[in-house]
């Protein structure tokens, strides 16, 4: 059980990036694999504001097209969105001390620590190396 970040969709949406192929397949294994794997809204959210931002795509997605690309991840039987549980400020609170000198934008990556933690999960595809940061979770690059 994982989570996959939001780097890993965008390069499995985007056919211009160098990364697209390793993380399409990736992708396309965990949707047929048995292995539960999960999303955040966050990471929902953020693939949205990504994919389609005409500064950061070359050729941005379409809303349409990048809900639809969702879409089909939502329809894989394996796939769960972690959402908040009663334990949540609690576990924000554990994660927080655990990791000095939170701020900014590390708060966006930390809410997926919070979640992962509240659902058991230790384990994230991302190459967002500030995740290494928080020493309670397994970061594994997909493209290594």
């Given at each position: 059980?994982?989570?996959?970040d939001?780097?890993?969709?965008?390069?499995?949406?985007?056919?211009?990036?160098?990364?697209?192929?390793?993380?399409?397949?990736?992708?396309?294994?965990?949707?047929?694999?048995?292995?539960?794997?999960?999303?955040?809204?966050?990471?929902?959210?953020?693939?949205?504001?990504?994919?389609?931002?005409?500064?950061v795509?070359?050729?941005?997605?379409?809303?349409?097209?990048?809900?639809?690309?969702?879409?089909?991840?939502?329809?894989?039987?394996?796939?769960?969105?972690l959402?908040?549980?009663?334990?949540?400020?609690?576990?924000?609170?554990?994660?927080?001390?655990?990791?000095?000198?939170?701020?900014?934008?590390?708060?966006?990556?930390?809410?997926?620590?919070?979640?992962?933690?509240?659902?058991?999960?230790?384990?994230i595809?991302?190459?967002d190396?500030?995740?290494?940061?928080?020493?309670?979770?397994?970061?594994?690059?997909?493209?290594?």
């Amino acid at each position: 059980m994982f989570v996959v970040d939001t780097n890993v969709l965008i390069y499995a949406a985007d056919r211009n990036a160098s990364e697209h192929k390793k993380c399409q397949h990736l992708l396309t294994m965990w949707r047929k694999g048995e292995t539960p794997w999960h999303l955040t809204w966050g990471i929902v959210y953020e693939f949205l504001r990504v994919s389609t931002h005409p500064r950061v795509f070359q050729h941005p997605l379409s809303a349409a097209s990048a809900w639809s690309f969702l879409r089909a991840l939502f329809s894989t039987p394996g796939m769960t969105i972690l959402t908040e549980t009663n334990r949540h400020a609690q576990t924000a609170d554990e994660v927080f001390h655990e990791v000095p000198l939170l701020s900014g934008n590390l708060f966006f990556d930390a809410h997926t620590v919070v979640l992962m933690r509240e659902h058991g999960l230790k384990r994230i595809y991302t190459r967002d190396a500030d995740f290494h940061r928080f020493r309670q979770i397994e970061v594994i690059d997909p493209l290594k």
